[in-house]
């Protein structure tokens, strides 16, 4: 497999970046549809902005953008988008087996496909899909793993509240943070790991739930930080809130807001702006004829609360797990948004 892993900044758009050429170049708008998960997850609404903000930047894409609410939805919006002759389509799927058809029917219909968070095992060797893009989901987990292993003593008792059942991302994360925990203190036991479907809603349920059953614990780690925020609301009805570390993921302006207060220790940092954008300069590329590379895997890595004000206070590099990690210019700008209430 041919992938590529793209850095963080503004050097990012290069990679992929066609120059306009005999695919876009006509003068005429080029339709690009997008659907992904609900945009009430703050982190897949970046993303999708994200897309917005490179399309309207080439000046010659419309892109069609839409959320959707569950599998069926989403497949109602992809039919409706295929018959409307978009020239290329991205998806985030909620089911990667379930959005199967679907591929087939873009395929029929000439449409090259762009998976977003999310492989397909099989469907780029059929043809079915052009390129995914999605960061290490497995080693962003492993990193919070092993951080909170490294932090926490003996026997500790871990929650870990999932996303949705058939969701890669959130299934790969979550191997990943019991892979870098068992490494990190072998001790320690997850106790309790259950979808809430990245909702904080149900996360507040399923985390009651969980405590219940399991009033002991001694961490918690969401597969998000809409997850981290209803774990929060269900320890502080067990007057938990502070005592039980938190961990979040995606890094939102809101879950890093959360780790600079202490409200959460962590945030796992996604850069699904990356996604987003990468997937308009993919596009472009492939319908200028260019060679695409089979994965983009943006960068993944973890901000504890120190390391957050050590951003806020201009930290060039931070350390996560032993290793530098290096600060551009846009997560510095994002830790500081965060920091300051803009969000």
Same mark, same amino acid.
């Given at each position: 497999?041919?992938?590529?892993?793209?850095?963080?900044?503004?050097?990012?758009?290069?990679?992929?970046?066609?120059? =306009?050429?005999?695919?876009?170049?006509? $003068?005429?708008?080029?339709?690009?549809?997008?659907?992904?998960?609900?945009?009430?997850?703050?982190?897949?609404? &970046?993303?999708?902005?994200?897309?917005?903000?490179?399309?309207? =930047?080439?000046?010659?894409?419309?892109?069609? *953008?839409?959320? *959707?609410?569950?599998?069926?939805?989403?497949?109602? %919006?992809?039919?409706?988008?295929?018959?409307?002759?978009?020239?290329?389509?991205?998806?985030?799927?909620? &089911?990667?087996?379930?959005?199967?058809?679907?591929?087939?029917?873009?395929?029929? =219909?000439?449409?090259?496909?762009?998976?977003?968070?999310?492989?397909?095992? $099989?469907?780029?060797?059929?043809?079915?899909?052009?390129? +995914?893009?999605?960061?290490?989901?497995?080693?962003?987990?492993?990193?919070?793993?092993?951080?909170?292993?490294?932090?926490?003593?003996? /026997?500790?008792?871990?929650?870990?509240?999932?996303?949705?059942?058939?969701?890669?991302?959130?299934?790969?994360?979550? !191997?990943?943070?019991?892979?870098?925990?068992?490494?990190?203190?072998?001790?320690?036991?997850?106790?309790?790991?259950?979808?809430?479907?990245?909702?904080?809603?149900?996360?507040?349920?399923?985390?009651?739930?969980?405590?219940?059953?399991?009033?002991?614990?001694?961490?918690?780690?969401?597969? !998000?930080?809409?997850? =981290?925020?209803? /774990?929060?609301?269900?320890?502080?009805?067990?007057?938990? %809130? $502070?005592?039980?570390?938190?961990?979040?993921? !995606?890094?939102?302006?809101?879950?890093?807001?959360?780790?600079?207060?202490?409200?959460?220790?962590? +945030?796992?940092?996604?850069?699904?702006?990356?996604?987003? *954008?990468?997937?308009?300069?993919?596009?472009?590329?492939?319908?200028?004829?260019?060679?695409?590379?089979?994965?983009?895997?943006?960068?993944?890595?973890?901000?504890?609360?120190?390391?957050?004000?050590?951003?806020?206070?201009?930290?060039?590099?931070?350390?996560?797990?032993?290793?530098?990690?290096?600060?551009?210019?846009?997560?510095?700008?994002?830790?500081?948004?965060?920091?300051? $209430?803009?969000?």
């Amino acid at each position: 497999m041919r992938k590529v892993l793209i850095a963080c900044g503004a050097a990012t758009v290069l990679l992929l970046a066609g120059c =306009a050429g005999a695919g876009t170049d006509s $003068g005429h708008k080029i339709k690009v549809g997008l659907v992904t998960q609900a945009w009430d997850n703050p982190a897949i609404k &970046d993303m999708s902005e994200a897309a917005e903000a490179a399309a309207a =930047a080439k000046g010659n894409i419309e892109l069609l *953008s839409q959320d *959707s609410r569950d599998m069926q939805d989403m497949v109602t %919006k992809l039919q409706a988008m295929i018959g409307r002759g978009v020239k290329a389509l991205g998806i985030e799927p909620w &089911d990667k087996q379930q959005i199967m058809p679907i591929l087939t029917q873009a395929k029929a =219909a000439g449409i090259p496909v762009f998976i977003l968070q999310s492989e397909i095992e $099989g469907a780029q060797n059929r043809g079915l899909v052009v390129t +995914s893009i999605i960061g290490d989901e497995t080693e962003g987990g492993k990193v919070a793993g092993t951080w909170l292993g490294h932090h926490l003593n003996g /026997a500790a008792k871990v929650a870990v509240l999932e996303g949705a059942p058939a969701d890669t991302p959130g299934i790969e994360r979550a !191997n990943g943070f019991e892979q870098g925990l068992a490494a990190a203190n072998p001790g320690a036991t997850i106790v309790a790991r259950q979808p809430a479907d990245w909702a904080r809603d149900k996360a507040l349920r399923v985390m009651t739930d969980i405590l219940t059953a399991h009033p002991e614990i001694d961490a918690v780690f969401a597969d !998000n930080d809409e997850m =981290a925020f209803g /774990a929060i609301s269900a320890l502080e009805t067990r007057n938990l %809130k $502070g005592k039980v570390p938190v961990i979040g993921y !995606n890094g939102t302006c809101i879950g890093l807001r959360a780790t600079y207060q202490g409200t959460f220790v962590a +945030s796992g940092i996604l850069f699904l702006d990356h996604v987003g *954008s990468e997937f308009i300069n993919s596009v472009v590329a492939r319908l200028d004829g260019q060679g695409i590379p089979e994965k983009v895997e943006p960068p993944i890595t973890l901000l504890t609360t120190d390391q957050v004000k050590e951003i806020s206070g201009g930290a060039k590099s931070v350390d996560v797990n032993g290793k530098p990690f290096n600060v551009d210019d846009a997560l510095a700008k994002r830790v500081n948004d965060a920091v300051a $209430g803009r969000c």
